[in-house]
């Protein structure tokens, strides 16, 4: 997607490991978003950011945490994955508060095993 | 209250028919109901989106058809074609919340036969 970049698009790790997936915009937009994605669940937000080094949870964050110390790129972490941590994840951007239309990424797949 | 429920889950249209997927909501202080498009492997992208001040908004063969005393809303696809299958997302948003993020629905998978 335009303007919008996530690496890697797959992972496979392991139980126990730590995982970082990377996020990077040439928008210059203000607002960053992580969902993940699961069949029967939609998508669920993890953490979001609203400038650089600001940032806060969303309704499933237990288990990652991010980073943003640039504009253009968003962090995310799982400090140790789980199989149940075995999902799509997505980054979105937006503009600012009023801005509806999110834009996302294409996703990284993440298997943990 | 944070909840949007999407049904139904999965959908099958014959080519030229009307797709429906209904969206319902808790919270009155939303205020923006837009809905996603997600192809295999893409992530999702904006579709089409209404706010409550209206009662139907229509682009194309997409209609959002708002039913605010009701808490509910859907998208209407019209003449629905082959290249119109795969995942949507209804999703409402409360500007000025503490958050202030989309919530989504859990998705519709939708096939449309030739």
């Known amino acids: 997607d335009a303007g919008i970049t996530q690496s890697p698009r797959h992972k496979v790790t392991e139980t126990g490991t730590p995982v970082t997936l990377r996020c990077h915009q040439t928008?210059?937009?203000?607002?960053m978003y992580w969902y993940r994605q699961d069949p029967g669940h939609g998508l669920r937000l993890i953490h979001y950011s609203y400038g650089v080094k600001d940032t806060d949870k969303g309704e499933v964050s237990d288990g990652y945490s991010v980073s943003r110390s640039k504009t253009e790129d968003f962090l995310l972490t799982l400090e140790s994955a789980t199989s149940s941590q075995t999902s799509v994840y997505f980054c979105?951007?937006?503009?600012?508060?009023?801005?509806?239309?999110?834009?996302f990424g294409s996703g990284t797949r993440l298997t943990v095993v | 209250q944070q909840q949007v429920k999407q049904s139904p889950q999965s959908l099958i249209v014959q080519k030229g028919g009307i797709s429906i997927i209904n969206c319902a909501y808790e919270n009155t202080a939303f205020d923006y109901f837009p809905w996603y498009q997600q192809f295999p492997g893409k992530g999702p992208a904006l579709l089409i989106a209404?706010?409550?001040?209206?009662s139907e908004k229509k682009e194309g063969r997409f209609t959002i058809s708002f039913n605010k005393s009701a808490k509910q809303f859907s998208l209407h696809i019209m003449d629905s074609q082959p290249g119109d299958s795969a995942t949507y997302f209804c999703a409402a948003r409360r500007y000025g919340g503490s958050q202030g993020n989309l919530i989504f629905g859990k998705g519709t998978k939708l096939s449309v036969k030739p």
């Open positions: 928008e210059n937009h203000r607002y």
């Open positions: 979105a951007i937006s503009a600012d508060r009023a801005d509806y239309g999110y834009t």
């Open positions: 209404i706010r409550p001040d209206v």
